[in-house]
């Protein structure tokens, strides 16, 4: 079946640092989300892409759809402690989301 | 205006017992998702509700697992006879429609078996 795999697997950085992460998949997607999980809580979306080579910002967060259609981006810029939580990226998969393997970020003051 | 509320938040139950997770999905949401997240892995998809209706189940484990969604009250999912394995936070979602995709997410039940 489709999965999604996203790297890094984790980030230890100090506050202030620029993030960089991204998700792959074997096959194309149409569509591609990113959604932020805090501890103990449900996943919250962030970003949403419907387009190749769509560049997307929120506040500090920005996301690119790959122009292959099989890879997405997401930048978290000026990092600070709240952003700590694990990152999903998520894509349409017949009639309900997958979600990617996640990225855990910490973030150090 | 409430987001999708599942409870309970934390539920513990022996070997063998059963386990009831509920949730009510966003005003306004008829299309309910239930995924299972073990500890620190990712979310897995179980299963998709309509109102009455069962869409997907293709995540769903074949024997001891099962989900409904009436036309009345919330989605249940039920786990009978619990084992060790069960133990896991799992996440209801709700969507408006068929094709959106940003779906809400309720903050989940923890569910540990002992």
């Known amino acids: 079946g489709q999965q999604l795999n996203q790297s890094p697997q984790s980030m230890f950085i100090q506050e202030g640092e620029d993030v960089s992460m991204n998700c792959t998949s074997s096959s194309i997607f149409n569509t591609w989300l990113w959604y932020k999980q805090d501890p103990g809580e449900g996943p919250v979306l962030l970003i949403a892409?419907?387009?190749?080579?769509e560049l997307t910002s929120n506040g500090r967060l920005t996301a690119q759809f790959g122009i292959t259609r099989k890879d997405s981006f997401l930048n978290i810029s000026a990092s600070i402690p709240s952003d700590v939580g694990i990152y999903f990226c998520a894509g349409p998969s017949t009639d309900k989301l997958i979600f990617g393997t996640g990225t855990r970020l910490q973030v150090f003051p | 205006n409430a987001g999708v509320m599942q409870n309970p938040r934390h539920l513990v139950r022996r070997r063998g017992q059963e386990a009831r997770l509920r949730c009510s999905p966003m005003?306004?949401?008829?299309?309910v998702y239930w995924y299972r997240q073990l500890p620190e892995e990712g979310l897995k998809f179980m299963v998709y509700?309509?109102?009455?209706?069962?869409?997907?189940e293709s995540g769903m484990p074949k024997e001891r697992f099962s989900a409904e969604f009436p036309k009345e009250g919330p989605s249940i999912l039920r786990i009978q006879q619990v084992v060790r394995g069960d133990s896991a936070a799992y996440f209801c979602?709700?969507?408006?429609?068929?094709?959106?995709?940003?779906?809400?997410f309720g903050s989940g039940t923890r569910l540990t078996v002992v």
């Open positions: 005003k306004g949401h008829s299309h």
């Open positions: 509700l309509q109102k009455e209706n069962i869409i997907d």
């Open positions: 979602a709700s969507s408006p429609t068929t094709d959106n995709y940003g779906y809400t």
């Open positions: 892409l419907y387009k190749a080579g």
